[in-house]
Structures are given as C-alpha cells and as structure tokens.
C-alpha cells in the first residue's frame, strides 16, 4: 500500500494552484475568473489541511476555516461589485473594460 | 498557557474595540437623523476616530504580546497605528464636501472607513499569519467596496472589478506562501517561525514560499511589475478614497512587510534583500517614467505614489534599524503630503467640473491663490525639494541605504527624484502660467478647510523641525525584533 504523505498533497495542492493562476491568465469572463481565484483559495486550504495533520496539531485547520470564511465574505461582495459592473455594461466579458486606458 | 482569554487581552486592544464601537455607533445614528442632518455624520466619525487615537497613548511605551501570541502592541505597532489613524481622519475631513457634492450616502461610507482602518490596525499588531491575513482582508474588503462606491459611474465600476480581481488574486498567492511557511515550521506565529526554520540550509520549498510571500505583498504595495491594477483603480475611485487607498493601505502594507521579513524571515535576508533591491529599482524608475506623460491628475498621483512605494522599498533593502527609522518616518511625511496634494484635487470636484485633469487646475493662482500656494508646496514636498519635509524623509533613506553599503540604489533614488520633479513641477506651470478656465467658483467647505491645515502644519513642522519625528520612529524601530542593528551586508 502507498502511503499518502504531505508530499502527495502538495502535488495535488501545487496542480490546483496552477491551474486557478492559468484561469485567472487566460479566461476572458469575469465570473470564471473569479472561480479560478476560488481554486486558488481551495489550494490553500488543501494545503493547511495536510501540514496540519502531518503536525498533528489543529492550527492548520484552524487557519483553513478562517480563508474558507474571508473567501465568503469576499465572494459576497466580489459578486455585488461584478453585478454592479453589469448593470451598467451589459457584459462580464473582461476585454469590455476599457473606460481607463494609459 | 492557560486556555481563553483574560480580562488583560481585552485592555490590550481597547483603541480596536473603541474603534469597532464608533464604527456601529455611525451605522446608528445614520438610522437616526433624517437626510439634512447628514453632515452631523462626519464629525460623528471625526470624534470616534480622536477617541482612538486618545485611547491609543497610553499605549506609546508597551512592549508586549497580547491574545496568546497573536498580536504584539508594541511601539512600532504604535507608530504605524498613529499614521493610519492620522490618515483616516484627514480622508473624513476632505470627504464630507464630496459626499455632497456627487449625492452618495454617508453612513455606511464613513462606516466602511472606519472597517478598513481597523484592518489597518490589525495588521501593524499582528505578528501571528493569521491575524495579519485576517486584518489585511477586513481592510480589503472594506476598500473593495468604498472603490465601486459612485455606483452609476462606470470608471468607478470598472475600477473595483479590477481592484477586486487582481485583489483577491494576490491574495490567493499570499496565502499559498503562507501555507508553505506553515508546512515547513509548524507555527503561524512569525518569532516562532524565525526560530524553528533558522537552523540549516533554507530549502528550496522555503525559498519558494518567499517568492510567493513577496509577490503577494508586491501587489499589495503597488511594486512594478504587481502594479497594473494601481493606476485604474486610483483613477476610477472617488477621489478620497484614491488619498485613503494611496497612503493608509500602502503604510498597511508595508507595516506588514516589515513584520514578516523582519520578524519572522530575518535569516533569509540574503535572499530576500536581492527581491526587494530590483522591485526598489524596477518600481521608482517606471513609475516615475510613466508619470511623465500623463494628463489626469488622479492618474499621475497614482503613478506618483507608485513612484514612493519604490523610494520606501528602500528602506526594506537596507535592512538596519535606520532603514526601518526612514521608513517609517518617510511614511508619516508622505501622509501629509499625499493626503495634501488629494485635498486640492478634491477641492476641485465641483458640481459642474469633475477636477481631475491637469487643465482643471489652469490659473487657480490667479483666482485662489492660497489653494494654489498650498498645492505648489505639497508638490515640491513629493518632489523633495530641500527645505520641506519630503526632503527630510528621502535623505534619512538614501543614507540608511549607503550606510548599508547600497550607494548605488542611493544614486538610482536621487536621479529618480530629479526625474519626478518634472512632473510636479507642471502642475505648477498649469496653476501659474495657464489661462484660467471658467467653472462655478470652489467653496472651501470648513472640514475641508481643516483637512488642508493639518496636512500643511504636518509638512511644514516636520520639514523644519523633524526632530520628535525622528525619536519617535527611532524607538518605534527599536522594538522591530530582529532587526540588524549593525551595518547590513551588501552584496551589490
């Protein structure tokens, strides 16, 4: 039997990572994108999770339900922003903003 | 450790809870009065924030760890709490004209300032990852918010999209790095976590997680190349919050910057002085080269303040308590003339001008001269031209970096003020040498009055007479742990 250490969940954590900074890169919807930043956030907590029980001690955990609350809170008024951005552009389409240019 | 709380963590933290109180207390009375009382708001939330700042003081000379090892009050906590409440209280005094004068409700604005500086507040005592994550995203979220604040504007919207995105996406980094430094120590606490991973060769995991920890924070600070969203952002913003974003968020940062590569990475100088030595360099060149061209003043203040954030890097890179000193010292000043400079350009917001392109100011000495004498002043105080207090702060920087051995990122700093002076310089042109441009006549309202006298005895004292400045941020420094107090090493 293989045993899962906290090197396997780092990989797991690291591929999760990479693929939220890809999606947040590459996709052009504003909402996609901000799911990307959640699959960044989930990584995150992958990670808290696994060294915390490496460490047998609950720090970890403790620190990985603060992220999943301010990940809330931050959803909550991301969301109220994005549809504010909406109503007034009929778009969540990223290359649509283009009021400010340098 | 006995488990819980004692009555003495609580004591610890009377000006935050002083402050989360005035904070509900606005919220209240915003119920209570009807639209025409509206005013009263404002200087509800300017007394709540000089009752903090009363309850603050006793706190000037404490040294130590409150809530189990969670928050340090200590000094320098003192002096960046000082400078965020400083700065919170000058953003109140310029915004109730401009609450007016666009139709926006006062309540829950004053409110969400209130939420960022206690954010701020967090974040300067808290020397354990998760009480600074979680007073970075108290202040984060709450300036999410104040950003898309004008809600039919589109800038405004398109400014906190971006702000947000690029927000929570820095965050997510941020995290990542701390996760790792968790992982390899075991402790959140940041003088635990100097201790347990000191001994041995750093890993490359370790060096990985600072990379990632300075990236995050790079964003947080608006250093080239994390900069993109900065120059939007303070364009679309309402024009307060744009001064309260330029000065308390960045001083925020940095406080937190300081607290975790000082505190708790002090071995990993070697590798992290290098990082910051290049963002110093990258960030101050191209900001203040991208100031050059632009024509919207909110714009070429934020490229400006981008600019500063490369001169204060400095102070990181030298590593010595008398880097931290300037730093902090440089921070105090450029409240006052940041704060001052958006305090003119606020002024300019009348109901028929938005005020925020260079050629609004056209003139102005010709018909208000003081205005224009107090805008020339603040620009020449950014500019660092000898006698005002700009001047102070960029010299204590530049010699904490040749004290250290960094002479040329001191030559880089000085070639780079001599650029910006360009740019400030022109927006005097315009105020003396242009055509006035017509528009309804600008009515210094008695805040914003009060706004524009404290930013300018603030640089004018500390310019002339920097000396208690100068104690105070150097005992501040002192209680940094792990700070170097010999020379740094240089190895450029």
Redesign the interface.
């Known amino acids: 039997m293989l045993e899962i250490t906290p090197a396997h969940y780092m990989v797991l954590s690291s591929a999760l990572f990479m693929i939220g900074v890809i999606g947040v890169m590459v996709r052009r919807n504003i909402i996609i994108i901000f799911m990307s930043i959640e699959l960044m956030l989930n990584a995150v907590n992958l990670n808290l999770a696994a060294f915390s029980q490496q460490w047998q001690h609950v720090t970890g955990q403790v620190f990985a339900i603060f992220v999943i609350a301010v990940a809330a809170a931050e959803a909550a008024v991301g969301l109220g922003i994005i549809l504010a951005f909406y109503r007034n552009k009929e778009t969540v389409n990223i290359d649509e903003m283009n009021v400010m240019r340098w | 450790m006995p488990p819980g709380f004692s009555a003495a963590d609580f004591y610890y933290i009377l000006p935050e809870l002083v402050l989360v109180a005035g904070a509900l207390l606005v919220l209240v009375v915003d119920v209570l009065t009807s639209r025409q009382q509206r005013p009263l708001l404002g200087w509800v939330t300017i007394g709540v924030l000089l009752a903090t700042m009363l309850t603050l003081l006793p706190f000037s000379d404490v040294d130590v760890l409150a809530s189990r090892g969670l928050l340090a009050i200590d000094g320098f906590a003192f002096f960046f709490k000082l400078v965020f409440l400083l700065t919170a209280l000058v953003t109140v005094l310029m915004s109730s004209s401009y609450l007016e004068v666009e139709g926006l409700r006062a309540g829950e604005y004053y409110f969400l300032i209130l939420c960022a500086t206690l954010g701020m507040m967090f974040m300067a005592s808290g020397i354990d990852?998760?009480t600074i994550?979680?007073g970075l995203?108290t202040m984060a979220?709450a300036f999410?918010?104040l950003t898309?604040y004008l809600?039919?504007n589109?800038?405004s919207?398109?400014?906190?999209?971006?702000y947000?995105?690029l927000g929570?996406?820095s965050?997510?980094?941020l995290?990542?790095g701390?996760?790792?430094l968790?992982?390899l120590s075991?402790?959140?606490n940041l003088r635990e976590l100097a201790t347990v991973l000191a001994t041995g060769e750093p890993s490359t995991l370790l060096i990985v997680a600072v990379v990632l920890v300075v990236s995050g924070i790079g964003f947080k600070i608006a250093a080239v190349p994390f900069h993109m969203w900065a120059?939007?952002v303070y364009?679309?913003a309402p024009t307060p919050i744009t001064a309260f974003l330029s000065v308390g968020s960045k001083a925020a940062s940095f406080a937190m910057l300081l607290r975790i590569f000082m505190e708790g990475l002090p071995f990993l100088a070697e590798v992290w002085q290098p990082m910051f030595w290049v963002l110093a360099v990258v960030t101050m060149t191209f900001g203040n080269l991208?100031a050059l061209t632009?024509s919207n003043i909110k714009?070429m203040l934020a490229y400006s303040s981008i600019a500063h954030a490369g001169y204060i890097l400095i102070g990181v890179v030298a590593n010595s308590s008398r880097g931290v000193t300037a730093l902090m010292i440089y921070l105090m000043l450029y409240v006052f003339m940041q704060l001052g400079a958006f305090a003119v350009v606020v002024m300019l917001r009348r109901r028929d001008v938005v005020g925020d392109e260079l050629k609004d100011l056209s003139g102005l000495y010709f018909r208000y001269p003081v205005a224009a004498c107090a805008m020339l002043f603040f620009m020449l105080s950014l500019g660092g031209i000898p006698p005002t207090a700009g001047f102070m702060g960029k010299f204590w920087l530049f010699s904490a970096a040749i004290e250290s051995g960094y002479i040329w990122l001191a030559v880089i700093g000085v070639i780079n003020s001599a650029i910006s002076l360009y740019y400030y310089v022109r927006v005097v042109v315009f105020m003396w040498l242009r055509e006035e441009t017509l528009g309804s006549p600008i009515v210094a309202s008695p805040a914003m009055a009060l706004a524009l006298t404290v930013a300018l005895v603030g640089a004018v004292i500390f310019g002339v007479y920097p000396g208690p400045l100068f104690e105070l941020a150097e005992s501040s420094a002192q209680s940094l742990g792990g700070v170097i107090t010999g020379v740094g090493v240089s190895s450029f």
Request: proline share 5%; glycine share 12%; net charge neutral.
């Open positions: 990852l998760v994550f979680i995203e979220v999410y918010i898309g809600k039919p589109r800038q919207n398109e400014a906190a999209v971006k947000f995105l929570a996406f965050l997510g980094i995290l990542y701390m996760s790792i968790y992982g075991g402790t959140t120059p939007d364009e679309g991208a632009q714009r």
